[in-house]
């Protein structure tokens, strides 16, 4: 059973840091192309950044210069550095896998196959 497990959300003031973690079980994801994204209340659900297996980036502007994604497939997880918070960032934080490998960088969330269940970012002003 395919299972990705977000961790790390919690409750920080404007300006701080978190680090969210991604962990996947159940099959590798090392070639997968890996993707974050959030859900603020009342809202859509938003891309936010995505990494491919070659570790190519990509990010929505809203974030860029401040979260940087990254992944150890050796530890079969995927990682979200969120630096320089604002209110604005407040969201439910979601990872989810691409279906192919080899796939290149991905911000359309019909094209993710594995979603984790979400882990709560709450950012004081």
């Known amino acids: 059973q395919v299972q990705l497990v977000e961790s790390g959300g919690g409750l920080v003031q404007a300006g701080g840091s978190l680090r969210l973690s991604c962990a996947a079980s159940?099959?590798?994801?090392?070639?997968?192309?890996m993707g974050w994204f959030r859900q603020a209340p009342g809202k859509e659900r938003l891309f936010v950044a995505t990494?491919?297996?070659?570790?190519?980036?990509y990010y929505a502007d809203s974030v860029k210069g401040r979260f940087i994604i990254s992944r150890d497939n050796a530890k079969n997880t995927v990682y979200l550095q969120m630096n320089s918070l604002k209110p604005e960032d407040t969201a439910v934080y979601y990872c989810?896998?691409?279906?192919?490998?080899?796939?290149?960088?991905?911000?359309?969330?019909?094209?993710?196959?594995?979603w984790g269940q979400g882990t709560q970012v709450t950012v004081s002003s």
């Open positions: 989810a896998a691409d279906t192919l490998p080899y796939g290149g960088i991905n911000t359309q969330q019909v094209s993710y196959e594995y």
């Open positions: 159940g099959r590798t994801f090392s070639n997968n192309v």
């Open positions: 990494i491919d297996w070659s570790r190519t980036t």
